[in-house]
């Protein structure tokens, strides 16, 4: 029973590393496409923040910009 637990360990651990070797090459990919939009002139800042928007769900972006507007009138900022 110990040698079939420990192969199963074995094998999970491989695989959580695999994936995180994925992960790396994914993310390697994500900064090289940050890059390439830099390049023509796009806002890598404001693409992220884009980004981040476009995963909310619209009812929680909705409560997001209100109450960003709240705060910023409450601070004069328009």
Excluded: C, F, H, W
């Amino acid at each position: 029973m110990a040698e079939a637990t420990d192969d199963r360990l074995r094998l999970l651990i491989e695989r959580i590393e695999r994936l995180e070797e994925e992960k790396k090459g994914i993310a390697d990919d994500i900064r090289d496409v940050y890059a390439e939009a830099k390049a023509v002139g796009y806002d890598v800042k404001i693409m992220r923040q884009i980004i981040r928007l476009r995963k909310m769900e619209p009812n929680d972006r909705s409560e997001m910009e209100t109450i960003l507007d709240t705060y910023k009138a409450a601070l004069g900022m328009g």
